[in-house]
């Protein structure tokens, strides 16, 4: 409207300008994962059963994801009232989804938000199963400019036939950044808490037979697709069933049972024949992944987190499930539920060693094709099967084998478990107490040549580390003293600079002072920050820490270093009120510093056209947790579980005419120092896959403050 015929008359009334759907999609979705994630949710909150994302072409901006549900879908009420209006009370007055009571997960109006973080131009297809044709609904994310009414801009809805009964299908084309396949597993991770793991084993699949109907599951799988070729990138058969201890498949051949167990772990790969008569079964295939709830089995095989991601789901999850004609028996396999009676068996190898074996250790499925019913007939309330011989058999089919695979499991379990008791009761022949030499150790030592090798190694090892350790205890003192007597002439140093810089000096000169107050001012802050560092040492009482504050205290100390090099240092966080359990604030100074000196030499190695480290902070599950990643020239898959242990390192060795710092740069104890500090706060580290255009990228997770602490903290 023109300034001169504004119109007041009866008041004025609030506009929305259209650049607000722009700065909302950036500021309420920070990263594309959690863009994506929400849309996944959308998905859920709809009922769906089956979600495919498929990434198109995402190796460079410009590709398309496209997100398939089979769930409600939307009619035109729905579309314009729900996800065409801003702030939409829908999921205030329906809190639930209509068919499967599930407790809506998507955030209020995220979604459309989503779909413009994500890419320049929105698809949405929608159909419900009353509607007899579906709605097409194109969105250019362009026309919200600033300076435009939002209510002047229209998107066209037209009908078309589609060839599903009922679900959505999003389009998000122009994608604004490219899509790798460590980020797509992490967008799998994010959904993982809402999936039950009703995947049916290979026999369904072939069979044709698997059912989508009246099951309250729900299933995302994730693939990509490049120059016409699609394979899949995440689902949980591959992220978590993957991680068994043991997969066991048993089948019948002629009414004999048997059943194949293989465990990379413990490199078993052997068939069994089942104890029992099986005369009355046809036509049976299971498939079982058997879990140990101890990670002592699981490390260097699989990083702790997924470890602690599987041991939760086990609570509500396994289980032996049952299917049949491809569809979902229940309650068989649900929690409570002993069909198979494992819980009444109790199991131990011939020595009475324990085997872990309960309905929590198997994530199974079993599956029957009986079209007939002629086998196996459904009770006249159509909850479960009427158990008779054939119901029996199955039931006593699967527990015999899963017995009989779980007990050939353990019994190599337990040889790996008396070879290292054995080659530690071997090292405890050195004891402190002990005054004879390592010679004279070696020559009374009885014993193979392996375990005498293992003791020198062990020896060895104790010697390097506790030499290494009193030297840098003794650079530590020697810091402690520079820092304190250098503070006495920095303000000597400062004042003798300014003077000269307003001195009637040449252009030159004047130069030369200005990059040597610039050095000047980087080696104040750096001793500033060592000073710091150990005055906070001295005070050894512990306090909950927000870990932003302490990033962005240590971006002011590296900040003159890096507008000198070629780094970009680039932060993001999720959330504010970050708080770690109480510790020590000189210990992250430690882990801060040591992460960052690793990118640096990682960079500088690598050499690329930009530095580039990034450094995201968050919360989630109890846990604040801080990525630190660069693009350096990464850590080799095969050096990724021994980053951390003591003296390993890929730095250069110093020459011998280096100086005693440089000595210490490259020793390989960085890392095990800083992965000390945080095992001792009941913390985790693990190298993970980065984001795109990152090489590495480290991962902390410590526990948060509970209320009670900040409390107690004053805070």
């Keep these: 409207m023109d300034e001169k015929n504004l119109d007041i008359t009866g008041g004025v009334r609030f506009s929305v300008d259209a650049g607000i759907i722009n700065r909302l999609g950036?500021?309420?979705?920070?990263?594309?994962?959690?863009?994506?994630?929400?849309?996944?949710?959308?998905?859920?909150?709809?009922?769906?059963?089956?979600?495919?994302?498929?990434?198109?072409?995402?190796?460079?901006?410009?590709?398309?994801?496209?997100?398939?549900?089979?769930?409600?879908?939307?009619?035109?009420?729905?579309l314009i009232n729900g996800f065409m209006r801003l702030s939409s009370s829908d999921k205030i007055h329906n809190p639930v989804s209509p068919i499967y009571k599930r407790q809506r997960a998507g955030k209020k109006g995220i979604g459309r938000f989503a779909t413009q973080r994500l890419g320049d131009r929105l698809t949405i297809i929608s159909k419900t199963k009353d509607s007899p044709k579906a709605l097409k609904l194109d969105v250019e994310w362009d026309k919200y400019k600033t300076d435009v009414e939002l209510d002047s801009i229209y998107n066209p809805v037209i009908e078309i036939d589609v060839d599903f009964i009922n679900g959505t299908k999003l389009f998000i084309d122009g994608l604004r950044e490219p899509w790798s396949e460590p980020q797509i597993k992490r967008v799998f991770r994010y959904v993982l808490d809402l999936l039950q793991p009703d995947f049916l084993s290979n026999q369904s699949v072939q069979l044709n037979i698997a059912s989508k109907d009246s099951i309250g599951y729900f299933n995302v799988n994730c693939l990509k697709s490049s120059n016409g070729e699609t394979h899949a990138i995440a689902n949980l058969d591959r992220l978590v069933f993957d991680h068994a201890i043991g997969v066991i498949e048993g089948y019948l051949i002629d009414g004999k049972g048997l059943c194949e167990v293989v465990s990379e772990r413990f490199n078993i790969n052997d068939s069994i024949i089942v104890d029992g008569d099986f005369s009355f079964l046809k036509d049976v295939h299971f498939k079982v992944y058997y879990f140990i709830y101890n990670y002592d089995w699981y490390e260097g095989f699989l990083p702790k987190m997924e470890y602690n991601r599987i041991e939760s789901l086990s609570n509500e999850h396994s289980g032996i499930k049952l299917y049949r004609n491809g569809f979902r028996v229940l309650p068989y396999g649900e929690v409570g539920n002993d069909w198979v009676n494992i819980e009444k068996t109790s199991l131990k190898t011939s020595d009475n060693a324990y085997v872990p074996f309960s309905n929590i250790n198997f994530f199974g499925f079993v599956e029957i094709v009986d079209k007939s019913g002629e086998v196996f007939e459904e009770t006249s309330s159509r909850e479960g099967l009427i158990e008779n011989v054939a119901f029996r058999q199955l039931s006593l089919f699967v527990n015999n084998a899963l017995r009989q695979a779980t007990l050939r499991i353990n019994s190599s379990r337990f040889s790996e478990k008396q070879k290292k008791k054995e080659g530690e009761d071997s090292r405890k022949k050195f004891n402190k107490n002990d005054t004879r030499t390592t010679k004279q150790k070696l020559e009374d030592l009885k014993g193979t040549?392996?375990?005498?090798?293992?003791?020198?190694?062990?020896?060895?090892?104790?010697?390097?580390?506790?030499?290494?350790?009193?030297?840098?205890?003794?650079i530590g003192l020697n810091i402690a003293e520079f820092t304190h007597e250098i503070r006495q002439f920095i303000p000597s140093f400062n004042g003798s600079i300014n003077f000269l810089i307003h001195q009637d000096i040449s252009k030159q000169a004047k130069e030369s002072l200005l990059n040597l107050k610039e050095n000047f001012n980087r080696f104040k802050t750096y001793t500033s920050y060592l000073d710091h560092t150990i005055s906070q040492n001295v005070n050894r009482d512990k306090q909950p820490l927000n870990i932003l504050k302490l990033v962005d205290e240590f971006k002011e100390i590296i900040k003159y270093e890096l507008t000198g090099s070629s780094i970009n240092l680039i932060e993001e966080h999720y959330g504010y009120d970050l708080f770690t359990c109480p510790m020590h604030p000189s210990e992250w100074a430690s882990i801060l510093y040591n992460l960052y000196t690793n990118s640096k030499k990682a960079i500088n190695r690598a050499q690329p056209n930009e530095g580039k480290i990034k450094i995201v902070c968050g919360k989630e599950k109890?846990?604040?947790?801080?990525?630190?990643?660069?693009?350096?020239?990464?850590?080799?898959?095969?050096?990724?579980?021994?980053?951390?242990?003591?003296?390993?390192?890929?730095?250069t060795p110093a020459s011998f005419d280096a100086s005693k710092n440089e000595s210490v740069t490259g020793t390989g104890l960085g890392l095990k120092i800083v992965k000390d500090i945080i095992i001792a706060y009941n913390g985790i580290i693990e190298v993970i896959e980065p984001e795109v255009d990152y090489k590495t990228c480290f991962k902390i997770e410590i526990p948060e403050a509970s209320t009670q602490i900040l409390e107690q903290y004053g805070y």
Excluded at 34 to 57: C, H, M, P
Excluded at 623 to 646: Q, W
């Design 449 to 474: 040549d392996e375990e005498k090798n293992s003791i020198i190694d062990d020896a060895i090892y104790q010697l390097e580390e506790s030499e290494m350790l009193r030297v840098l205890a003794g």
């Design 622 to 651: 109890g846990k604040v947790y801080l990525e630190f990643m660069d693009n350096g020239d990464g850590i080799p898959s095969k050096y990724r579980d021994r980053v951390f242990d003591a003296f390993f390192t890929t730095s």
């Design 26 to 78: 950036k500021e309420l979705v920070g990263r594309a994962e959690t863009a994506v994630s929400e849309l996944v949710k959308n998905s859920y909150d709809a009922d769906a059963n089956n979600v495919i994302l498929n990434f198109i072409n995402t190796d460079k901006e410009g590709g398309t994801l496209i997100i398939t549900d089979d769930g409600l879908g939307m009619n035109l009420f729905e």
